[in-house]
């Protein structure tokens, strides 16, 4: 059987910032990264590289956070 590799996935600046608003308030209640990747279907890993971008872009325009797929905005 040949391995063939998926498409990657791309995300919006909306869904990611969702994503973080999502952890913020779900984490505060003790639900665990592996839930909310769960219920977002992406990794903890994901979500955890989502809110560093965020955290490091704090007072930037919402949808300036994440201006690039995959790369913090600088």
């Known amino acids: 059987m040949v391995n063939q590799k998926r ?19 779900r984490r505060s209640s003790g639900i665990s990264l592996a839930q909310i990747g769960r ?3 992406v990794t903890p ?4 590289a989502w809110t560093r ?5 704090v007072g930037a325009a919402p949808l300036d956070v ?9």
Do not use: D, N, Y
């Open 7 to 25: 498409p990657r996935r791309g995300f919006s600046a909306e869904c990611k910032l969702e994503a973080v608003r999502r952890i913020q308030e």
């Open 39 to 41: 219920e977002v279907g």
């Open 45 to 48: 890993a994901l979500l955890r």
């Open 53 to 57: 971008q965020a955290e490091a872009r």
């Open 66 to 74: 994440f201006l690039r797929s995959g790369s913090i905005a600088r």
